[in-house]
């Protein structure tokens, strides 16, 4: 998230849904006894239409259920957080009686302001309670401050509390609570019940603003990065670019790449998340909304989605595996986009003849793939990297592969050869290639096999290519062959990594990726075991 107070304070209601972002107010939260069974009320007021600013809203189910999910998942510090929903609502709210009136076993709704004022909606175990006992809580700081509508409104040290009928509303502040309240407790309940543990909605506003700024920042800190670490790369070459390319530019080339996809998640109607937890891990689906036309319409449209076959048939050993798909267009633009870039990172390290050549290059290999490619990054005795595409002319890729070597031998390239990449001397046979330098030697394999060309590179490039008809495949493990069941036909690209194998952590539990392309919509559906959440955690925690 971005460090400015005003993005982070918008998604505090789903913190409170989700996360124990009241580890410090514990402490303060005493014991509460057993809550009775909940009254069945009828409703206080008619459903409301969506107030002016409003930017998202959530709902959960099962809250408490849920949080006990969220508490096992990610294990460690939440452990020692509140128990139970309803005394982690009381600890966000200052307000520890609460603990006692909240029904948590009802679902819970929030809603979030263009400005960053949220609310909380829960359900009190009867309105009878909930007055009693809140009215008269003058510990906490309670105070009665007014009333809106049927709503009274008590103000608390940190936040204000609605008292509606058996609906409790807490929020970040009174505007937010006169306004976004009503909508919270009287129109979401009417909305169909959620199918996930927790359910959110982004609209077009928050896309285009908070969230943009959050992707923004993001990548802003990380140019600044790179463009640190090129000073300092040119002050070690005494002030000239490194000797590989022109780090500048293919900064400036990510970042042309960055504002586009910035740009399209901002044009979207809206975004629809889900969250579910269960005993195996975390499964997030968000589906962005395209608008009915404009650019990001033509993009969504023209998405070439598949079966993610063949990802399942890929080595099921792999560190990392990614797959995805593309039309002829799509591979044509990426191939001249791909030459342009290396025009100006490489500037005049190589002759402009080859520099075209190289191009002619790209583009033959782009005009004679077919609809998917696919690498794979592999440890220990086949450590390297295997890259599959789909063609219908293997020989004509076997061919310009060639080629792309016997250009790398030319006198021409020796010293961006010898300077940028420590290679000394390049051999080539009819499919295999050596590179040799002072580091050691790296080996490059190629083949054909029905449908695709397969390259691979290693220290023995003979194994990392036979990788490519694994004996254990990808699908040979149950979690992830169901995943790719579900995925269906809609595939544009997917991911699947086991970073635990190169952990001191003895399991290997994958992460799983994939973007599909859904009805005038694009969907990312992300999937990860409870192990990786608890290191995922750790991870950014430690940052």
Not at 258 to 286: I, Q
Request: aromatic content about 4%; overall charge negative.
């Amino acid at each position: 998230m971005v460090s400015s107070g005003r993005v982070n304070a918008r998604w505090a209601p789903l913190s409170i849904l989700v996360v124990a972002s009241a580890l410090g107010a514990w402490a303060g939260i005493r014991a509460s006894q057993a809550v009775p069974v909940a009254e069945t009320p009828a409703p206080v007021e008619a459903a409301v239409p969506a107030p002016a600013g409003l930017v998202a809203e959530a709902s959960c189910a099962r809250p408490d259920a849920t949080w006990h999910k969220v508490q096992a998942a990610v294990g460690g510090v939440l452990l020692l957080a509140p128990p139970t929903f309803r005394e982690l609502l009381a600890a966000v709210a200052g307000v520890p009686s609460l603990a006692s009136v909240v029904d948590d076993g009802s679902p819970v709704y929030a809603a979030v302001s263009e400005s960053g004022g949220w609310v909380v909606a829960a359900r009190a175990v009867s309105a009878q309670r909930a007055r009693s006992t809140l009215e008269a809580d003058s510990a906490s700081g309670l105070r009665v401050d007014s009333h809106a509508g049927k709503m009274d409104v008590l103000a608390a040290p940190r936040t204000w509390v609605g008292l509606a009928g058996t609906w409790v509303v807490v929020a970040s502040d009174r505007d937010a609570l006169t306004t976004l309240g009503p909508y919270a407790y009287r129109t979401l309940p009417t909305l169909p019940p959620p199918k996930a543990d927790l359910v959110a909605t982004v609209s077009h506003a928050e896309l285009d603003g908070p969230i943009r700024a959050m992707l923004g920042a993001r990548w802003a800190a990380l140019r600044a990065w790179l463009l640190a670490k090129d000073d300092e790369q040119r002050r070690d070459h005494g002030g000239r670019e490194p000797d590989l390319g022109d780090p500048k530019a293919l900064v400036a080339e990510l970042d042309a790449i960055e504002k586009t996809y910035e740009s399209r998640v901002a044009a979207m109607d809206r975004a629809d998340a889900a969250l579910d937890l269960d005993d195996d891990g975390a499964h997030l689906r968000v589906t962005l909304a395209a608008p009915r036309a404009g650019d990001v319409a033509t993009w969504v449209d023209d998405l070439e989605g598949g079966s993610p076959q063949p990802l399942a048939s890929s080595s099921g050993e792999a560190l990392a595996t990614i797959f995805w798909r593309s039309d002829p267009n799509d591979r044509a633009r990426a191939a001249k986009e791909a030459n342009d870039t290396l025009e100006r990172v490489l500037g005049d390290r190589l002759p402009a003849s080859d520099r075209a050549k190289l191009g002619a290059a790209l583009e033959s290999i782009a005009k004679a793939r077919a609809g998917w490619a696919l690498v794979s990054v592999s440890g220990g005795a086949e450590s390297g990297v295997l890259l599959r595409l789909a063609t219908n002319d293997a020989s004509a890729i076997a061919a310009t592969v060639e080629g792309v070597v016997d250009l790398a031998k030319q006198p021409s390239w020796a010293k961006w050869d010898a300077d940028a990449l420590g290679v000394t001397k390049i051999a080539r046979t009819s499919s295999h290639a050596t590179f040799d330098g002072a580091r050691g030697t790296i080996r490059a394999a190629w083949s054909p096999r029905p449908g695709e060309l397969d390259l691979a590179a290693g220290v023995d490039a003979d194994t990392v290519l036979a990788s490519a008809a694994p004996p254990l495949a990808l699908a040979s493990d149950p979690k992830v062959a169901a995943w790719l069941r579900t995925l269906g036909g809609s595939v544009v690209w997917a991911a699947v990594a086991r970073p635990l194998l190169v952990a001191p952590s003895p399991r290997s539990d994958p992460a799983l990726v994939a973007f599909l392309h859904g009805h005038r919509s694009v969907v990312l559906d992300a999937r990860a075991s409870n192990v990786l959440v608890r290191e995922i955690v750790a991870l950014v925690r430690s940052n």
